[in-house]
């Protein structure tokens, strides 16, 4: 069974700072990872998705990266600003044709504060 | 930008009552699905819907859960009896399907059980 872990839990920084979110998931058989952004008893917003064949996506700030041998995959945000105050989830879709599967696995979120 | 809706944003019902979630989902989206979010746990998966069946369901998605898409354009959730651990908040999503997955999610509904 799939298992997506978002670390850290909770991160707080000063504006302008470059920083760094990691996802790690179990089973290496995905077909894709994407990575959502949620605020407060809101929705939840695509920022990116990374196909399995693919190493990075970037958007803007926002740059998305996977290594899908190790389990990995991270976003990176530069220049960070206030407004990018959120919860940030990773989750991952897996290989369909292994498996006949589309339903996402989500990570538990990781709680970004920035501070201006 | 197309977006995927749903109504109500809140729903209050008292435990053993029947609600009906409704969806939007995208217009020329093939595949939606239903997500819930309990308050400060992960989102999980409870069904997703092809071709006018489902096509994927979570242990979750029990026989007190339905889904139907009643017309060209909505796609509703069903809870037939409603349990105070049914407190959530319920997310519709849509997908294209093909080679591209992925999935753009609703607003969500707050689903209240007392």
């Known amino acids: 069974k799939q298992e997506v872990t978002q670390i850290p839990a909770a991160l707080s920084v000063p504006e302008g700072e470059n920083l760094v979110l990691n996802c790690s998931f179990t089973?290496?058989?995905?077909?894709?990872l994407q990575w959502f952004r949620q605020d407060p008893g809101k929705g939840l917003t695509s920022l990116l998705l990374?196909?399995?064949?693919?190493r990075e996506q970037t958007s803007g700030r926002l740059n998305a990266s996977l290594d899908k041998s190790s389990g990995r995959s991270t976003l990176y945000i530069a220049a960070s600003q206030p407004g990018d105050s959120a919860t940030y989830l990773c989750a991952v879709g897996p290989s369909f044709m292994d498996t006949g599967r589309r339903a996402l696995t989500f990570g538990s979120g990781t709680r970004l504060q920035v501070q201006p | 930008e197309p977006e995927v809706t749903q109504t109500p944003s809140h729903q209050v019902t008292q435990m053993g009552q029947e609600v009906i979630l409704r969806c939007v989902p995208i217009?020329?989206?093939?595949?939606f699905y239903w997500y819930r979010q309990i308050l400060g746990q992960k989102v999980e998966f409870l069904v997703s819907?092809?071709?006018?069946?489902?096509?994927?369901k979570s242990e979750i998605f029990d026989d007190q859960f339905s889904v139907e898409r009643p017309d060209g354009s909505n796609f509703t959730l069903k809870i037939r009896s409603t349990k105070l651990e049914d407190s959530a908040m319920y997310f519709c999503?849509?997908?294209?399907?093909?080679?591209?997955?992925?999935?753009?999610f609703g607003p969500g509904t707050r689903l209240t059980v007392t």
């Open positions: 819907f092809y071709n006018n069946e489902i096509s994927e």
């Open positions: 217009s020329n989206h093939l595949y």
């Open positions: 999503a849509s997908s294209w399907g093909g080679s591209s997955y992925e999935q753009y």
């Open positions: 990374i196909q399995s064949s693919q």
């Open positions: 089973d290496s058989a995905i077909y894709n």
